[in-house]
Nanobody, 124 residues
Framework: QVRLVESGGGLVQAGGSLRLSCAAS????????MGWFRQAPGKEREFVAA????????YYADSVKGRFTISRDDAKNTVYLQMNSLKPEDTAVYYC?????????????????WGQGTQVTVSS
């Protein structure tokens, strides 16, 4: 059974930084793309970033390009999301995701599995 466990969320002031982590288990981590989605109150879940298996390609939502960086450590079965220059509109629950293709996550096909989510709150 695939399990995704996020950590690293919290409260930060605008302009600050946070790094989210997601530990994965249950299948061969390096063979699958990993990603992050987020859901703000009253809004639909949206794509944030994805990284292909073995890290060859990364995809970002336009709203986070230049501020967020996704990376993976296959030895630790962990994917990270470094978030810099945070804005109040980044406030949301952030979910770890995994799918066969990173481009599929970026193109609106969602995820095969979800973590429980971690809250990120950016104060103005």
């Amino acid at each position: 059974q695939v399990r995704l466990v996020e950590s690293g969320g919290g409260l930060v002031q605008a302009g600050g930084s946070l790094r989210l982590s997601c530990a994965a288990s249950g299948r061969t981590f390096s063979s699958y793309a990993m990603g992050w989605f987020r859901q703000a109150p009253g809004k639909e879940r949206e794509f944030v970033a994805a990284i292909s298996s073995r890290g060859a390609s990364m995809y970002y939502a336009d709203s986070v390009k230049g501020r967020f960086t996704i990376s993976r450590d296959d030895a630790k079965n962990t994917v990270y999301l470094q978030m810099n220059s945070l804005k109040p509109e980044d406030t949301a629950v952030y979910y770890c995701a995994t799918k066969t293709g990173a481009d599929m996550m970026a193109s609106g096909y969602g995820s095969d599995y979800w973590g429980q989510g971690t809250q990120v709150t950016v104060s103005s």
